[in-house]
């Protein structure tokens, strides 16, 4: 151990902003900082890896964890799943002295922001509403219930962003997650 503990951040932002996309560019080019690894109920999709991307449990062993207060958060997204963040992992990085990232959903967020108020809240935001929608509909095949549906959670996601400390807008993935990581390690 450093001695030093290390900072917690937690990314979060609308859906189809590119969350993912930024935590994986972070993954790839930042060694230095470690990311947190969820459980999840949802099935792996094809060429993700069991403990890489996410940890994939069955319902009972999600009901096990939640029961014996294994989870920092947790919460159901997009009214499918569940996902949560183990909690020792993340405790064991910042003893370590690591700078932490947990890239999570809204509901998560304001979790964390309960339990642990001193983390660094980033809002990741789309350069415009324009573009959202674009990321949100883009591939037209849906329903136009289901379209004004999608809308309305993103209106209501971007209204968040005054929850948040720092709003980072990815705009360029490499950008968006350099002005992440600067604002991680610069603190
Ligand atoms: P996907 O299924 O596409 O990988 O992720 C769907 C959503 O789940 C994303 O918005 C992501 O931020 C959110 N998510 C991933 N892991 C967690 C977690 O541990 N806790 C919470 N609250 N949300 C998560």
């Known amino acids: 151990m450093s001695g030093r503990q290390g900072r917690l951040t937690v990314l979060a932002g609308p859906t189809a ?42 319902d009972d062993e999600f009901d096990r964890m939640v029961d014996d207060g294994e989870l920092l958060e947790w919460a159901v997204v997009h009214r499918a799943a569940r996902y ?16 932490a990232l947990l890239e999570i959903d809204l509901q998560g967020a304001r979790q964390v922001r309960e339990t642990m108020p001193g983390a660094l ?3 990741l935001a789309p350069p415009s509403w324009d573009e959202l929608v674009r990321r949100l509909v883009g591939r037209g095949t849906e329903s136009q219930e289901e379209r004004d549906r999608r809308l309305q959670t993103a209106r209501d996601e971007l209204a968040a962003v005054t929850e948040f400390d720092v709003t980072v807008v990815n705009t360029e993935v490499h950008d968006a997650a350099e002005e992440l990581v600067a604002l991680m390690v610069g603190q």
């Open 121 to 123: 809240f980033v809002f």
């Open 17 to 58: 902003v590119g969350k993912g996309t930024v935590a994986a560019y972070v993954r790839e080019h930042h060694p230095e900082i470690w990311i947190s690894v969820s459980a999840t109920t949802r099935p792996p999709r094809p060429g993700e890896v069991d403990g890489t991307h996410y940890w994939f449990v069955s």
């Open 84 to 99: 949560g963040t183990p909690r020792r992992p993340v405790e064991q990085a910042l003893a370590d002295g690591r700078p």
